[in-house]
Antibody, heavy 119, light 105 residues
Framework: QVQLQESGPGLVKPSRTLSLTCTVSGDSISSFSEYWSWIRQPPGKGLEWIGSIYYSGATSYNPSLKSRVSMSIDTSKNQFSLNLDSVTAADTAVYFC???????????WGQGSLVTVSS | EVVLTQSPGTLSLSPGERATLSCKASQSIRSTYLAWYQQRPGQAPRLLISATSTRATGIPDRFSGSGSGTDFTLTISRLEPEDFAVYYCQQFPVTFGGGTKVEIK
């Protein structure tokens, strides 16, 4: 059974870069039929897709965040990562990593990591 | 960008009742790209339904999905205590609806 686990700082200062890593177990991140994604949820609000990455390194980002987002993948460690630049308080959220199926549904999720942007 | 609008925002029902949740798209979308998720407080979302009507592994048959074009529906035939949660629809390119909270009346 696949498991995903987010890791990274819980507090980031404004204007800095938010960095998170998702470690995948029970599935190979090099699968041809899956993507690996980040989704966030501000406190008390809905879900926002941030972006997805394929094992080859190909990426797709939410247009509203594209200028600040970068994702990478490390197949040797079965991990993928998120960087979000120039953060503000509006980026405070629970960040989920998720497995995205070939037909673009999210069938497995990490437990979520709360990241607070504050000085 | 296709906008998904979910209604109602909150649904107040009693256990055993039927719940009908709506997801309307701002333009027609492929039914193969419409999914529903359940999120309980403090938990990650869980995939319930993919491709409009296909239940995910382990999802009880009281959950069903239907629809086409711009109008999609999630139905819970008889609410169990664990079903009181927030439900989101999602389409591809990835956007989510704003959610419907199903609360105990």
């Amino acid at each position: 059974q696949v498991q995903l686990q987010e890791s990274g700082p819980g507090l980031v200062k404004p204007s800095r870069t938010l960095s998170l890593t998702c470690t995948v177990s029970g599935d190979s991140i090099s699968s041809f039929s899956e993507y690996w994604s980040w989704i966030r949820q501000p406190p008390g609000k809905g879900l926002e897709w941030i972006g997805s990455i394929y094992y080859s390194g190909a990426t797709s980002y939410n247009p509203s965040l594209k200028s600040r987002v970068s994702m990478s993948i490390d197949t040797s460690k079965n991990q993928f990562s998120l960087n979000l630049d120039s953060v503000t308080a509006a980026d405070t959220a629970v960040y989920f990593c998720a497995r995205e199926t070939w037909n673009h549904f999210f069938d497995s999720w990490g437990q979520g990591s709360l990241v607070t942007v504050s000085s | 960008e296709v906008v998904l609008t979910q209604s109602p925002g909150t649904l107040s029902l009693s256990p055993g009742e039927r719940a009908t949740l709506s997801c309307k798209a701002s333009q027609s979308i492929r039914s193969t790209y419409l999914a529903w998720y359940q999120q309980r407080p403090g938990q990650a979302p869980r995939l319930l339904i993919s491709a409009t009507s296909t239940r995910a592994t382990g999802i009880p048959d009281r959950f069903s999905g239907s629809g086409s074009g711009t109008d999609f529906t999630l139905t819970i035939s008889r609410l169990e205590p664990e079903d009181f949660a927030v439900y989101y629809c999602q389409q591809f390119p990835v956007t989510f609806g704003g959610g419907t909270k199903v609360e105990i009346k």
